[in-house]
């Protein structure tokens, strides 16, 4: 007979499970000692927050003592930071100084990150790179394989973001190889496309806003990075109410909480209101029911319900356009977007309603019909929409059997997807429901 456990045994147990919920405390690992010491050297004194593993979020921070709206999260002095002002005042300064053209503020900062990974033991930065990510999940760092399984409109932003890294690598070649009197290895060896991806991605998704005046040596795009070691562990929640900013007071970057947080839970920041398409782009993840979450309609599938004998379709297309209506066309927990049925409804026009456009444009009802109209073809979209969406995820568990190495990269679409499949389930429900009450 199996015996029983008894009630010290279940105290325990719920005790494990709770540490595991909360997240296991990470700070006696050598690398956040060596962080620690670094960042006291210069400066930042911190007792309440602890590197720590979570079982949903990864790595992160979290507080022991319970925090209250109004209470400063962190406080990191300027002299942890690292600006394009780090960059200058190192040995990149002076090369940086007289490049003409001159290159940028992100370039300025890519290539000291790669210049200081590459010095290794000699960089005096080097407890920061120790814990920064070796690897990311931007689209940019995608395989094909995986970015081909993200939907239409993303997929095409993964593309432009390639191209973006890419030109840039191109066109930073002969700055790169002005630094050559620097390093005894070659700099085409060095400041290769994978340093600068890997680099660029470092800036893209761990920098703080911060701005800087311009400088005549960097050109005219916004100087506004700044890394903040330490503090970029904190991670990203739709949920949570932050104050962020630079006290020139302290001189120090301080972030004050909005929200509770018991103790030994996450410390969550919020990156701003943005879905689950904008933060995979940005940031390389998703978070699950985020509130700000939408299925993108792109124009290719709004326009495929719509016959194209139509004779005033030309010119309905050219009147979404001219008033963009032809993008950010969404479904959202609430159902179809405001923006979505206005673009139906005026596709769906009929030849003796087409003199009411504007109206339509409006808000105004315009008929019976052409009410009744657009709530079929959005449900039509929304089911075409749903049986794309089940068919990638069918695609994505096969692909996740076979092959092994991407098996990370295609959880976090197969995330996306599964949360952009609770959404127009969501809507074709608030659909059924319109269409009951107009029938």
Same mark, same amino acid.
């Given at each position: ?171 930073s070649k002969a700055f790169f190889s002005s630094l050559q ?73 301080e972030i004050w909480t909005n929200s509770q947080c018991k ?63 032809? &993008? $950010? #066309? ?10 979505? +049925?206005?673009? =139906? /409804?005026? @596709? ?55 092959? &092994? $190495? #991407? ?10 997807? +599964?949360?952009? =499949? /609770?959404? @127009? ?15």
């Amino acid at each position: 007979m199996k015996k029983s456990r008894g009630r010290t045994s279940r105290k325990r147990r719920r005790k494990h499970l709770q540490s595991f919920m909360d997240g296991v405390n990470s700070s006696h690992k050598m690398e956040y000692i060596k962080l620690k010491k670094w960042l006291k050297d210069r400066g930042f004194e911190d007792s309440n927050l602890r590197p720590a593993q979570f079982w949903d979020t990864g790595r992160g921070l979290m507080t022991t003592k319970a925090l209250q709206a109004g209470d400063l999260v962190i406080s990191l002095p300027e002299k942890c930071l690292l600006t394009t002002g780090t960059v200058l005042s190192s040995c990149l300064g002076e090369y940086i100084m007289k490049w003409k053209p001159p290159v940028s503020p992100l370039i300025a900062l890519c290539t000291f990150l790669i210049a200081e990974k590459h010095a290794g033991e000699k960089s005096l930065w080097k407890p920061y790179l120790d814990v920064l990510p070796k690897t990311y999940t931007c689209p940019v760092c995608l395989e094909h394989d995986v970015v081909s399984l993200l939907p239409q409109p993303l997929r095409r932003k993964a593309q432009e973001q390639r191209m973006t890294v890419h030109e840039l690598h191109m066109s930073s070649k002969a700055f790169f190889s002005s630094l050559q009197p620097l390093f005894a290895e070659n700099t085409g060896t060095i400041f290769n496309y994978s340093a600068l991806e890997w680099a660029w991605c470092t800036i893209n998704t761990r920098t703080i806003y911060m701005k800087h005046s311009q400088r005549e040596c960097f050109s005219l795009e916004p100087d506004v990075y700044a890394l903040a070691p330490y503090l970029d562990l904190l991670n990203h929640s739709p949920n949570v109410q932050v104050k962020a900013a630079f006290n020139e007071q302290t001189r120090s970057y301080e972030i004050w909480t909005n929200s509770q947080c018991k103790k030994y839970e996450e410390v969550f920041i919020c990156y701003g209101p943005h879905d689950n398409q904008r933060l995979l782009l940005e940031y390389g993840f998703v978070t699950m029911n985020n509130p700000h979450s939408s299925v993108y309609v792109s124009s290719d599938t709004l326009l495929k319900y719509f016959p194209p004998l139509d004779k005033q379709r030309n010119a309905k297309i050219a009147i979404l356009k001219d008033h963009d209506f032809l &993008e $950010n #066309l969404t479904f959202g927990w609430d159902g179809p977007s405001w923006r979505l +049925l206005t673009a =139906l /409804k005026l @596709l769906s026009l009929g030849a003796d309603e087409f003199t009411c456009w504007r109206r339509t444009l409006l808000g105004d009802v315009i008929s019976a019909r052409n009410e009744q109209q657009t709530l079929n073809i959005t449900a039509k979209i929304c089911h075409f929409l749903m049986e794309e969406t089940q068919h990638v995820l069918l695609q994505i568990s096969q692909l996740k059997r076979n092959k &092994e $190495n #991407l098996k990370k990269q295609l959880a976090l679409v197969e995330a996306l997807r +599964l949360e952009d =499949l /609770k959404i @127009l389930q969501k809507s074709a429900e608030i659909l059924c429901d319109l269409n009951m009450a107009t029938t």
